[in-house]
C-alpha cells in the first residue's frame, strides 16, 4: 500500500495551494479518503474526508468555505484544494484511507503559509 502525497510548499497568506495523494495497493474505490494535519507542537487533526463514491464531503470548521476535498477513482488519487490560506494552516499533511477499522496513512507534506 502506498499513500504519496505531493503539492506541498511555501505560500504566502492569501495564496492557494493543491495537494494530490496518490494511492496505489489497495482497492481505492471502496475507501473513504481524508486529509489531516500536524502543526509543529500540536496534535495531528482532521481536515476534510470524502466517501468512497465522492458523493459525500466533511470538513473541519476551520477550513469550511476555504478548502475543498475531491477525488478521482479513475487516477486512484485524492486532492486538497486550499485557497485563502492562512498562516495557522501551516503544517504538514498527511492523506489518510479509511474502511471499517482498516486505515492506511500516507507521509506527510508540508505547507508553510507566510504572513
Known amino acids: 500500500v502506498q499513500l504519496q502525497a505531493s503539492g506541498g510548499g511555501l505560500v504566502q497568506a492569501g495564496g492557494s495551494l493543491r495537494l494530490s495523494c496518490a494511492a496505489s495497493?489497495?482497492?481505492?474505490?471502496?475507501?473513504?479518503m481524508g486529509w489531516f494535519r500536524q502543526a509543529p507542537g500540536k496534535e495531528r487533526e482532521f481536515v476534510a474526508t470524502?466517501?468512497?463514491?465522492?458523493?459525500?464531503?466533511t470538513y473541519a470548521d476551520s477550513v469550511k468555505g476555504r478548502f475543498t476535498i475531491s477525488r478521482d477513482n479513475a487516477e486512484t488519487t485524492v486532492h486538497l484544494q486550499m485557497n485563502s490560506l492562512k498562516p495557522e494552516d501551516t503544517a504538514v499533511y498527511f492523506c489518510?484511507?479509511?474502511?471499517?477499522?482498516?486505515?492506511?496513512w500516507g507521509q506527510g507534506t508540508l505547507v508553510t503559509v507566510s504572513s
Open positions: 495497493g489497495f482497492d481505492f474505490g471502496d475507501y473513504g
Open positions: 489518510k484511507a479509511y474502511r471499517g477499522v482498516s486505515e492506511y
Open positions: 470524502v466517501t468512497w463514491s465522492g458523493g459525500s464531503t
